[in-house]
């Protein structure tokens, strides 16, 4: 496949979050025709979606149907519970060889699932398993693909500015590769809240941190505990959804998982307490300019005692 074929494509975007936005900029930037759906344009956020479309060019589709019917490839960049749906409200009007890549943190039975959905209409599902933050990568996060269609969609895709690697041609291989790495990646963010809070509480932070950086001298764990308090706090809502769905994959080898299932719920927790106005109003810059841990550390405090 020629570079020049693939940005001639029409790509469309399920989801318009922050994942879907930062595609669309990067896609348009090379003059690839954009378009996009999200079930939030009819919600509060709806205005902030269309302010951006407009300001990049990207065109609002007003149901899946509308998005996926003219689409050489599809993208799903929706919630992680949302993985499934999305494929299915897509499957109809997906015309017959349309791509469908799908960029959802779910485990690899949701995929397969939503593979045969896809396939059965007739389009080509591709499993895409994003291995980091797409902040600092934007269109090229490492991105493994998985499933039979894989390798005829890679070529397009690094045509388009992504940084795509085969996983294997199986179903479920990059997912489950993805949700393992995210046990420990995601499993370590709540760690890190429940342990430094509970530290800065007993007024014992001090000497954890000593102890931490004597173990694991590689690790700056003031910057690295600054690093997870923001993220979960910014991200805490999409990020227990994933986690619900690293806990499905460890599920389906017939482990039960307590870890897994542990952070999901530390997640949403620290989640709802965003969403009470514990942190106050949190915009997109507002994480880079925080860098101390203990000020969260201190309103999660804060909050737990006015919840007593």
């Known amino acids: 496949m020629s570079e ?3 940005l001639s494509w029409h790509v469309g975007l399920v989801g318009y979050g922050e994942v879907g936005r930062i595609l669309a900029e990067d896609l348009r930037k090379r003059g690839v025709q954009v378009s996009a759906f999200d079930l939030k344009l009819d919600g509060p956020a709806g205005e902030v ?3 951006h479309a407009k300001a990049h060019g990207v065109a609002l589709a007003s149901t899946h149907a509308a998005l996926a019917a003219p689409a050489d490839l599809i993208v ?3 919630t992680a519970s949302q993985a499934v749906r999305a494929a ?3 499957a109809p009007a997906s015309r017959c060889g349309t791509f469908f890549l799908d960029f959802n943190s779910a485990s690899p039975g949701a995929k397969i699932r939503a593979a045969g959905l896809i396939d059965a209409a007739g389009a080509r599902y591709v499993e895409g398993a994003v291995m980091t933050s797409i902040g600092p990568y934007r269109i090229k996060v490492p991105l493994l693909l998985g499933g039979p269609h894989a390798s005829a969609l890679e070529p397009g895709l690094q045509a388009l500015g992504f940084a795509p690697k085969m996983a294997s041609d199986r179903l479920g291989v990059a997912s489950a590769t993805k949700m393992c790495r995210s046990v420990m990646i995601k499993g370590l963010e709540a760690m890190v809240i429940e342990s430094f809070t ?4 007993y007024g014992v932070e001090d ?3 000593a102890s931490l950086r004597e173990t694991f001298p590689g690790i700056d764990w003031e910057k690295q505990g600054a690093y997870f308090f923001q993220r979960v706090i910014e991200h805490g809502r999409r990020r227990s959804e994933e986690v619900r769905e690293v806990a499905e994959t460890v599920r389906e ?3 039960t998982p307590w870890s897994a299932a542990g952070t999901a719920d530390r997640q949403a927790w620290v989640a709802d307490l965003a969403d009470e106005g514990l942190f106050g109003n949190r915009g997109a810059n507002d ?3 925080s860098a101390d841990w203990r000020t969260e550390a201190d309103r999660i405090l804060a909050g737990v005692k006015a919840r007593q």
């Open 198 to 201: 509970t530290a800065r509480a």
């Open 88 to 90: 299915q409200a897509c």
């Open 253 to 255: 080898i017939g482990l």
């Open 287 to 289: 994480f880079a300019r």
């Open 4 to 6: 020049s074929s693939a």
């Open 207 to 209: 000497a954890v941190l």
């Open 76 to 78: 799903s960049a929706v």
């Open 49 to 51: 979606l269309r302010t």
